[in-house]
Nanobody
Framework: VQLQASGGGLVQAGGSLRLSCARSGLTYSTYHMAWFRQAPGKEREFVAAISWSGGRTYYADSVKGRFTISRDNAKNTVYLQMNSLKPEDTAVYYC???????????????????WGQGTQVTVSS
């Protein structure tokens, strides 16, 4: 069971990136999915989450209106479209799966039991 995050890179402030998270070895469509990020010297923080059906999405206040999480269960992939990027968005971004997938879509890292390896996003000013 693996999650593979990709799509990170170096971009100027105001630019856009789209992260992808592909799965292997698990039935993707029944899990809530989320993106977290961790900047150097800081704790891992919640970015966005999406319910297993894609019908509910949640965002951290710091990215609301700029980032969009989506999923394509047929392709077993979750996306994070990031627009209007700021230098403070610089971090390693991780995708994660919650296999319990209760009614509540969690924004808390401990609820997510499968993690990808992370992809670096660097936003220059």
């Amino acid at each position: 069971v693996q999650l593979q995050a990709s799509g990170g890179g170096l971009v100027q402030a105001g630019g856009s990136l789209r992260l992808s998270c592909a799965r292997s070895g698990l039935t993707y469509s029944t899990y809530h999915m989320a993106w977290f990020r961790q900047a150097p010297g800081k704790e891992r923080e919640f970015v966005a989450a999406i319910s297993w059906s894609g019908g509910r999405t949640y965002y951290a206040d710091s990215v609301k209106g700029r980032f969009t999480i989506s999923r394509d269960n047929a392709k077993n992939t979750v996306y994070l479209q990031m627009n209007s990027l700021k230098p403070e968005d610089t971090a390693v971004y991780y995708c994660a799966a919650d296999r319990v997938a209760s009614l509540l879509v969690s924004t808390s890292a401990p609820q997510y039991d499968i993690w990808g390896q992370g992809t670096q996003v660097t936003v220059s000013s």
